[in-house]
Structure formats: structure tokens, C-alpha cells
């Protein structure tokens, strides 16, 4: 049996990533159709339904604490991310900090230049 799912059924059920699943549909690899704006993506595991309350799962397998599991892992993966933005932040912001520095010090000379010059005339 064959299914459409939405992108963020097929990325719980498989437990990818939503932007791996955008990557895959850019890259034309991954099978998908668009209906009125959305992307849907063909699954043809037979064990898995779209119920009739629009709740996507496995028959026997795909339970609440798989989905806990996928939802800790995707908040552990965004945490993961956030503090390596965060140090590359911390190390631009040192970068600009040594040349803000500089560029005083050169402003400074500057301004000495300006003073020595002045006195000169």
C-alpha cells in the first residue's frame, strides 16, 4: 500500500530531519507531489496509515514515546547547534573586539600626527 505523507509525518515516521527531507525534494531525490501549496512524499510501507483523526503511525510499532524519543533527539540536535552558533559568535566577536582595538590605536597615532603637525606650522 502505497501513501502520501506530509513532510512532517514522513520525517517522524523515518526520523529525518524536515530540512534533510527539503534537501532531498531541492535535489530531486526523494519522491513528492505538491497539493495546494503543500509537499507530500511517497512512503510505501504497508504498516504504516494515515488514521481518521489526520494522525500519522505504525500499526504496531510507532508509539508515543517514538515520537518522544524522535522530539528529544531533534531538541538535543537544535541545542547541539545553538551552542556551536554560539561559539562561532563568541569568536567573531573576539575577532572584531582585537581590531576595534587597532583601529583606536591607529586613530590615536592619528590624532598625535594631527597635534605634531599643527604645532609644526
Known amino acids: ?40 512524499i511517497m512512503d510505501d510501507d504497508a504498516d504504516y496509515e494515515i488514521e481518521e483523526s489526520g494522525v500519522a503511525g505504525k500499526k504496531s510499532s510507532m508509539n508515543i514515546d517514538d515520537v518522544i524519543d524522535f522530539a528529544q533527539r531533534s531538541i538535543d540536535t537544535a541545542d547541539a547547534l545553538n551552542r556551536e552558533l554560539l561559539e562561532e559568535k563568541e569568536k567573531v566577536i573576539k575577532i572584531q573586539d582585537g581590531l576595534i582595538i587597532q583601529l583606536k590605536d591607529q586613530i590615536n597615532e592619528l590624532k598625535m600626527l594631527v597635534g605634531v603637525l599643527e604645532k609644526g606650522q
Open 1 to 40: 500500500m502505497s501513501n502520501w505523507l506530509p513532510i512532517t509525518k514522513y520525517s517522524l515516521k523515518n526520523g529525518i530531519s524536515i530540512s534533510t527531507i527539503r534537501r532531498k525534494i531541492k535535489n530531486k531525490t526523494l519522491e513528492h507531489k505538491i497539493e495546494n501549496g503543500k509537499y507530500f
